[in-house]
């Protein structure tokens, strides 16, 4: 064979098989809308009217007031003379296909084989699926999947300050999850080098405008947060709690409900009880393995890191049991598998 013929055959050969990798997660994709649909149709009506409410700023919860994309989106979708109830199904049904071929293009891209990120993209998906939405899962929680997956994006490729700073705002727009981008720049503006044996990583601070954007960005986070809920909220005879609260509920409210949901809940919520082995197996796992996360590759330890801080701040301030708010997680772990445990496995 001339190497002609192998130079033509070869990049059409990789071309036809992402096309076919694509057209294989269109269909799983809308399966997996399918399942979703399936599962929240007992709460449909529920879910599109919680959702609904924070366009004419008469949330249920003041804490739902500044998640504003996703329903304005699906209000947007409304202007093809559609109702809203179908408009939400087709941002459902979009949007899975959106972030799923997106998750599948990134990690493509990055570890040059489609098999491999077909395998990771497979189990994002089942993942995604399986994670137990013991509440309902709002349009701001599929927009939070969509933009952390293109967050891990910038992780991976070490994108400029810039990248972050214009997912920044946008994902702010759809939910206070966006602050998490703000803590990603604060720790990644540190060099942690590898531990000597029985000892902890040096810390060393390398990129000070990294860090001070990283704490410009959580600082103006919340007060947009806070003023755009104090403006737009106005239902009140709603669920709503003290106007100084940021995540929803009072520190330390949500630290004993969550304590208190930690011990009750192992026997009345199966689907919660879950939630709380991911967590204590993730506290156990860094426990055991503290030499071995040590000596990972500092961008790794980096993201565990990322990963740590948003489950001790959900524990703290947020409601734990509410596992919707975790499915961010799902590119997160992932980037922390391709980093470090990925890395190993290929030595």
Not at 205 to 227: D, E, F, H, S
Request: glycine share 4%; charged share 10%.
């Amino acid at each position: 064979m001339s190497d002609s013929f192998r130079n033509t055959v070869q990049p059409n050969y990789y071309t036809a098989t992402v096309v076919l990798a694509l057209i294989f997660l269109t269909a799983v994709s809308i399966n997996q809308f399918l399942v979703f649909d399936g599962k929240y149709m007992h709460a449909y009506d529920k879910l599109l009217l919680k959702a609904y409410h924070v366009t004419n700023g008469m949330g249920e919860w003041k804490t739902f007031q500044n998640r504003l994309l996703g329903p304005y989106t699906v209000l947007l979708l409304t202007e093809l003379d559609i109702t809203y109830a179908t408009a939400s199904r087709i941002f459902y049904l979009f949007f899975t296909i959106v972030t799923n071929i997106s998750f599948f293009l990134i990690y493509y891209t990055y570890l040059g084989s489609v098999s491999r990120a077909l395998y990771l993209t497979s189990f994002f998906i089942l993942v995604s699926i399986l994670l137990p939405h013991h509440f309902h899962f709002y349009v701001w929680d599929q927009y939070d999947l969509l933009f952390f997956t293109i967050f891990s994006g910038l992780v991976l490729f070490r994108k400029s300050d810039i990248h972050y700073v214009v997912l920044f705002f946008i994902a702010l727009l759809n939910r206070e999850s966006a602050l998490f981008i703000g803590v990603w720049l604060c720790i990644d503006s540190f060099m942690l080098s590898p531990a000597a044996s029985g000892g902890l990583p040096k810390v060393s601070l390398v990129n000070r405008n990294r860090l001070a954007m990283g704490m410009a960005l959580i600082v103006i986070g919340i007060i947009l947060t806070i003023t755009v809920r104090e403006l737009l909220f106005h239902n009140s005879s709603s669920q709503t709690i003290s106007s100084g609260s940021f995540s929803g509920n009072l520190y330390p409210q949500a630290l004993i409900i969550n304590l208190h949901s930690l011990w009750n809940d192992f026997t009345y919520y199966n689907k919660v009880f879950y939630v709380h082995i991911y967590f204590l197996c993730f506290l156990f796992f860094l426990y055991l393995n503290r030499q071995t996360l040590l000596r990972l590759p500092p961008s790794a330890q980096k993201v565990a890191l990322l990963i740590l801080s948003y489950l001790i701040m959900t524990f703290m301030f947020s409601i734990f049991k509410e596992t919707r708010t975790h499915t961010l997680l799902i590119p997160l772990g992932c980037v922390f598998y391709i980093l470090g445990p990925a890395k190993w496995a290929c030595k």
